[in-house]
Every structure is written in structure tokens, then in C-alpha cells.
């Protein structure tokens, strides 16, 4: 959990970063069980048209901002977004979405270590060398601990604030 400004709680809750030498992976799970319907600018994303979730792309769009924020006197890095739904679902998403060529990535959880090793080689491919050393990636990850709030107090309050407006969550 981060502080972000631009949330309306104060901070955000981010599920996984994978550090690469080519980019940042940031990664927002998901555990819904049906039909996943939406478009990459679509405000709300559906579940099986019974209940409606904010678009986890621009959910995640905030948690890459706020990294962003953080490291930006450490590297300016590339970011990948990723959205990853367990397999008790069924995508009726843009296509785009589930081809490697694209930075924000809709996969199912069983295929996410598959596509971040297919993007890694596609970005290979394109920059030979990696864009983050090694010592940047300890100081991506040194600064990432440092700014992380571990205190149970404010990451109860983070919650309560989200399920106190459920219509948009960081």
C-alpha cells in the first residue's frame, strides 16, 4: 500500500510489482466467478451483467501513477499494466487486451507468468539492453519497501473507506 494523492482514500493498494530489466510489471488480481465484460475505456466493467466493477485498467492506471510518483527521482521506467482473473471466469473483453503487442494486459492468473515472459522477450526483441541495472532495480525495490505501509490501523482504514463508496477503488 502507497500513499497516492489523486485517491480518494489517500492511498492505494497495489496486489503484485514484478521488477524486470525492461519495465515494471504491476499487477491487479481479480476473483470473480462468470462472464467479465468491458472495453479498455469503459468507466465500469460488468460480471455476468448481475454486478458492475470499476474498470481494473484504470484501477490500475492509478496504482502505475502513484509508483510513478514514487520512483520518479530514481528511474524513469516502463510500465506494464496487468489484470489477472482466475479461471472461474470468462472474458467477453476487447481483444486487444489479450495480445502481448499491448501494455495493458488482460490474463487469466494461470497464464500470468506465460505473458510476462512473452512481453519480456517482445521487449527484448525491440531494446536489446536492458533499460533498468541491477542497481536500479534494488533501488526501485529499496524505495518501493520504504514507501510501503504496513500499518494495520491505516490499511483498515484504506478498506473501510473503499467499501464505504464501492463505485471507484484504488
Known amino acids: 500500500?502507497?500513499?497516492?494523492?489523486?485517491?480518494?482514500?489517500?492511498?492505494?493498494?497495489?496486489?503484485?510489482?514484478?521488477?524486470?530489466?525492461?519495465c515494471l510489471f504491476v499487477i491487479e488480481t481479480k476473483n470473480y466467478n462468470g462472464e467479465i465484460k468491458g472495453g479498455r475505456t469503459d468507466q465500469q466493467w460488468s460480471v455476468s451483467n448481475r454486478y458492475k466493477m470499476y474498470n481494473p485498467l484504470k484501477q490500475n492506471y492509478g496504482h502505475i501513477?502513484?509508483?510513478?510518483?514514487?520512483?520518479?527521482?530514481?528511474?524513469?521506467?516502463?510500465?506494464?499494466?496487468?489484470?489477472?482473473?482466475t479461471m472461474r471466469c470468462r472474458f467477453s473483453i476487447d481483444p486487444e487486451l489479450r495480445k502481448i503487442h499491448s501494455d495493458e494486459l488482460v490474463v487469466y492468473d494461470v497464464?500470468?507468468?506465460?505473458?510476462?515472459?512473452?512481453?519480456?522477450?517482445?521487449?527484448?526483441?525491440?531494446?536489446?539492453?536492458?533499460?533498468?541495472?541491477?542497481?536500479q532495480a534494488q533501488t526501485i525495490y529499496d524505495h518501493l519497501v520504504q514507501a510501503?505501509?504496513?500499518?494495520?490501523?491505516?490499511?483498515?482504514?484504506?478498506?473501510q473507506r473503499i467499501k464505504g463508496n464501492n463505485t471507484k477503488h484504488q
Open 148 to 159: 510501503n505501509i504496513t500499518d494495520a490501523e491505516i490499511r483498515k482504514l484504506h478498506v
Open 111 to 135: 497464464e500470468l507468468s506465460e505473458f510476462i515472459s512473452r512481453k519480456l522477450v517482445s521487449l527484448k526483441t525491440g531494446t536489446p539492453e536492458p533499460s533498468i541495472s541491477a542497481a
Open 65 to 85: 501513477k502513484a509508483i510513478e510518483s514514487l520512483l520518479k527521482s530514481v528511474a524513469a521506467v516502463k510500465f506494464i499494466s496487468m489484470v489477472s482473473f
Open 1 to 22: 500500500m502507497l500513499p497516492n494523492s489523486k485517491s480518494r482514500t489517500g492511498y492505494t493498494q497495489i496486489d503484485h510489482i514484478v521488477i524486470s530489466p525492461y
